[in-house]
Nanobody
Framework: QVQLVESGGGLMQAGGSLRLSCAASGRTLSTYAMGWFRQAPGKEREFVAVIKLSGSYSYYAESVKGRFTISRDNAKNMVYLQMNSLNAEDTAVYYC?????????????????WGQGTQVTVSS
């Protein structure tokens, strides 16, 4: 099993930056693809970014491309999401997820383990 805990969320003005962290325990992350998703009230859970294996491949939703960067440190069992140029549309609960058999990586169904989420609120 893998346990995931997100941190780093908070309140930020539009144009600001935050870095989210996801700490894993139970197993090494070296053979897991890792994804970030977000969910705003009344909306479906939305894909944000995915990084596979040791960082050889990453992919982003169009809405965050060029602003967000996903990275991982397998030695520390950590995954990060650097968020720059935040705007009000980024307000949501952000979740990290791990999967051993991720295909596209853009669907929640692809993942086996989920954190509890961290709130990000951006004021405009």
């Amino acid at each position: 099993q893998v346990q995931l805990v997100e941190s780093g969320g908070g309140l930020m003005q539009a144009g600001g930056s935050l870095r989210l962290s996801c700490a894993a325990s139970g197993r090494t992350l070296s053979t897991y693809a890792m994804g970030w998703f977000r969910q705003a009230p009344g909306k479906e859970r939305e894909f944000v970014a995915v990084i596979k294996l040791s960082g050889s491949y990453s992919y982003y939703a169009e809405s965050v491309k060029g602003r967000f960067t996903i990275s991982r440190d397998n030695a520390k069992n950590m995954v990060y999401l650097q968020m720059n140029s935040l705007n009000a549309e980024d307000t949501a609960v952000y979740y990290c997820a791990a999967g051993r058999a991720v295909l596209s990586g853009v669907r929640p169904h692809d993942y086996d383990y989920w954190g509890q989420g961290t709130q990000v609120t951006v004021s405009s």
